[in-house]
């Protein structure tokens, strides 16, 4: 019962913090121009939903969603906002990255790897971010803002939020199959190196 309680007013108090940031983010966007297009979600709401997801812990304290950020000026709204939204995946893949080579160095040892198979395994972690890029085609952006500029250009800022463990869990999927790929007949060494737990 008591778990209970601190649960709700744990939950009480991320939504009081996040509409708080919310509140002030906003004021700070509309004070510097920014606008959100037409038809969306008032600027408010789409700050307080991601907020709300920034705030969010896991058992561990980690958090449960992953953000990254986008900002592009071009002459045309919509060129702005998929050149935002590819910085913006750029950011978030570098992340996951850091996530996988981390797991991939700590496991290496005990995949049992000769030094041409952990070469290639090395070169491949170089280029990663690249297969990382693809697991996250299908990711809509949490809030996009947009200011028309003086020289007529237009500035488009997005944040992403991602599912910590589920975009992780895509994205080792794809490094494996990668990786299978490299290390032709070695499945137990590539189970080895990236466990999907």
């Given at each position: 019962m008591l778990a209970q309680t601190t649960e709700k007013e744990a939950k009480k108090e991320i939504q009081r913090k996040a509409i708080k940031e919310a509140r002030k983010e906003a004021k700070r966007f509309k004070k510097a121009g920014y606008e959100v297009t037409p038809g969306s979600l008032p600027m408010e709401k789409q700050l307080e939903y991601t907020?709300?997801?920034?705030?969010?812990?896991?058992?561990?304290?980690?958090?449960?969603y992953l953000s990254a950020d986008g900002n592009a000026v071009a002459e045309t709204r919509t060129a702005a906002e998929m050149q935002a939204l590819e910085a913006a995946k750029l950011n978030l893949a570098g992340q996951l990255e850091t996530f996988i080579r981390a797991i991939i160095e700590a496991n290496i040892a005990n995949a049992q790897l000769n030094n041409e198979e952990a070469t290639s395994v090395t070169e491949f972690l170089a280029g990663a971010k690249n297969v990382i890029v693809t697991t996250l085609s299908q990711v809509e952006p949490a809030f996009k803002i947009y200011r028309n500029l003086p020289n007529k250009n237009v500035e488009v800022n997005i944040k992403l939020l991602v599912n910590r463990d589920q975009v992780l869990l895509e994205a080792k999927k794809q490094i494996r199959?990668?990786?299978k790929e490299r290390l032709k007949g070695l499945q137990e060494k590539?189970?080895?190196?990236?466990?999907?737990?």
């Open positions: 907020w709300i997801r920034l705030y969010q812990r896991d058992d561990k304290g980690q958090a449960l199959q990668e990786l590539v189970d080895k190196l990236l466990p999907l737990q």
